[in-house]
C-alpha cells in the first residue's frame, strides 16, 4: 500500500512565501515523475509543476519565476517553494506520484489529500 501525504499549505498574504512538501511511503520500489495540481473553486485541476525521477523540472506558465519544484529522493519527497503568491494561487494542492512497490510492480499513478493554500490580506 502506498500513502501521499501533503503538508505545508495554510493562510499567507499577498507576496508571501509557503512550502509544499509531499511525502511517498510504503513498499515503494520505483518513484518516478511527481507532480504538483491545484483546484480552484469552481475550476478544473491545474497542473502546477513537476518533477521527474532524474530531477528535471516543468512549470505551468501561470507559476514560472515565482515556484520551485525539487524532490529528494532519499526521503521519498516533493517540495514545492511557492513565493510571490497571487490570491489567485489560492486552490487546494495535490501531490501525485508514479509508484511501483513490491507487490504491484507496475508503475501506477497515487494521489495525496491535498493541502489547503489561501493567499488572501
Known amino acids: 500500500q502506498v500513502e501521499l501525504v501533503e503538508s505545508g499549505g495554510g493562510l499567507v498574504q499577498p507576496g508571501g512565501s509557503l512550502r509544499l512538501s509531499c511525502t511517498a511511503s510504503?513498499?515503494?520500489?520505483?518513484?518516478?515523475?511527481m507532480t504538483w495540481y491545484r483546484q480552484a473553486p469552481g475550476q478544473q485541476y491545474e497542473e502546477v509543476a513537476s518533477?521527474?525521477?532524474?530531477?528535471?523540472?516543468h512549470y505551468a506558465d501561470s507559476v514560472k519565476g515565482r515556484f520551485t519544484i525539487s524532490r529528494d529522493n532519499n526521503k521519498n519527497t516533493m517540495y514545492l517553494q511557492m513565493n510571490s503568491l497571487k490570491p489567485e494561487d489560492t486552490a487546494v494542492y495535490y501531490c501525485?506520484?508514479?509508484?511501483?512497490?513490491?507487490?504491484?510492480?507496475?508503475?501506477?499513478?497515487?494521489w495525496g489529500p491535498g493541502t489547503q493554500v489561501t493567499v488572501s490580506s
Open positions: 518533477i521527474t525521477a532524474d530531477g528535471s523540472p
Open positions: 510504503g513498499s515503494i520500489i520505483e518513484l518516478d515523475t
Open positions: 501525485n506520484a508514479f509508484i511501483a512497490t513490491a507487490y504491484v510492480k507496475t508503475v501506477s499513478d497515487y
